[in-house]
C-alpha cells in the first residue's frame, strides 16, 4: 500500500498549479465591489475543510436542478451524488467565517452526460456542482458571495469541530436544524490536490457559474474506508434533501487540514428558462442590496445535534 501511495503523491505533485494567469497577474492590484474592498486574487489560505459524498436517487436530483441544462451526474448504477463540503476560511478580504456547502454534482448542456465521462472531460460537459443551500457565519460573506457571485449564501449559526477522531461541523438557522455531518477522520495519505471547481447557483432568475482554484494535502478514505455520519433536519432551506433517497454510507471523504485557494473574478450567468411562463428561479437582488459589511458572527449552534446517539 505504501509504495502505491508513495506513486500517487509523486504523480500528483506533477499536475500543474490550477491557478490563471490572469489571477497572477493581478495580485497586489486592488478592487471595490458593492462596497467591498478585495486585494487580487480573491483568495483564502491556512483554510481546513471537510468533503462527503454520498450517493442519491438521481431522479429526485433531477427535479431539484433548475431550468433545462443542468442535469445530474449519473454514476455507474444510475445513482446521483451530493456533495458536502465545510469550509473554515481563517484568512481572506473579508475575514474569517464558515461555509457550509450542500450541493449536487451535475453537468451542464443540452442533454444528460454518460457516466463516468463528467470526472474525465469536465470542460467538455461542463462538470461542476449545483449549490442548493450555502449557509455561512457573517453578513459580509453573504453580501458578496450572493450579491457578486450569485450563491445562495445566508447567515446561519455554523461550527467546526476537529478531533483526533473525527471533524465535523453543525448547521442550524433560527433554533432548526439544518444538517451535521462528522466524518470518520481518513488515513493520513496527505495526497497534494490542486483542482480546479465550477459551482452552478441560482440568483435573479439567472444560472451563475463561478471558479475555485484550491490546493491542498488531502487525507482520502473512499468506499468501506469511508466513515460519515450526516443528520437532516426541518429547516426549510434542506426540507428537500429528504425526498433524495441518500444513501447512510459515503461514497468516499476528504479532511484537508489546511488549503490555499483563488475564486475567480470571472463568472458567467444564463437566463434560467421554463415551458411556462413566470417561473423564477433564486432570490431577487433586493435580498442583498440592505446587507451590511459586518463580520461578525452569529452564536454557534445552541443544541449540539452531534452528542446525539
Known amino acids: 500500500m505504501k509504495p502505491i501511495l508513495s506513486l500517487a503523491r509523486l504523480g500528483l505533485s506533477l499536475v500543474p498549479s490550477p491557478y490563471p494567469r490572469r489571477q497572477r497577474r493581478l495580485a497586489g492590484r486592488n478592487a471595490l465591489v458593492d462596497g467591498i474592498p478585495f486585494e487580487m486574487p480573491v483568495n483564502s489560505a491556512d483554510t481546513p475543510c471537510l468533503m462527503a459524498a454520498f450517493t442519491v436517487d438521481r431522479a429526485a436530483a433531477a427535479r431539484l436542478l433548475p431550468g433545462g441544462e443542468l442535469h445530474p451526474v449519473t454514476l455507474p448504477g444510475g445513482r446521483g451524488l451530493l456533495m458536502i463540503t465545510v469550509v473554515n476560511y481563517v484568512r481572506t478580504d473579508i475575514g474569517r467565517y464558515i461555509e457550509y456547502s450542500i450541493a449536487l454534482a451535475c453537468t451542464h448542456g443540452n442533454r444528460p452526460a454518460p457516466p463516468l465521462l463528467p470526472g474525465l472531460l469536465r470542460g467538455v460537459f461542463g462538470t461542476g456542482q449545483y449549490v442548493l443551500d450555502l449557509p455561512v457565519s457573517s453578513e459580509i460573506s453573504v453580501k458578496g458571495g450572493k450579491g457578486i457571485w450569485g450563491m445562495p449564501k445566508h447567515q446561519a449559526n455554523l461550527d467546526f469541530r476537529v478531533t483526533d477522531a473525527t471533524v465535523s461541523s453543525e448547521y442550524q438557522v433560527d433554533g432548526q436544524l439544518g444538517t451535521f455531518i462528522s466524518i470518520d477522520r481518513p488515513p493520513a495519505t496527505a495526497l497534494p490536490l ?91 437582488m433586493k435580498s442583498v442590496v440592505d446587507l451590511g459589511l459586518s463580520q461578525q458572527w452569529l452564536d454557534p449552534p445552541r443544541i449540539d445535534v452531534g452528542a446525539r446517539p
Not at 474506508?225 to 429547516?235: E, K, P, T
Request: hydrophobic letters at 40%; a negative charge; aromatic letters at 12%.
Open 194 to 284: 490542486r483542482v480546479k471547481a465550477a459551482n452552478y447557483c441560482a440568483f435573479r432568475g439567472m444560472l451563475m457559474k463561478s471558479s475555485i482554484y484550491f490546493e491542498g494535502e488531502a487525507d482520502i478514505a473512499f468506499g468501506k474506508r469511508a466513515r460519515a455520519r450526516l443528520l437532516l433536519g426541518d429547516a426549510p432551506q434542506v426540507v428537500a434533501l429528504h425526498d433524495l433517497g441518500i444513501t447512510s454510507n459515503p461514497l468516499f471523504t476528504i479532511y484537508l487540514p489546511s488549503t490555499r485557494g483563488v475564486l475567480d473574478d470571472h463568472f458567467e450567468c444564463w437566463f434560467l428558462t421554463s415551458e411556462a411562463p413566470g417561473q423564477s428561479y433564486g432570490e431577487p
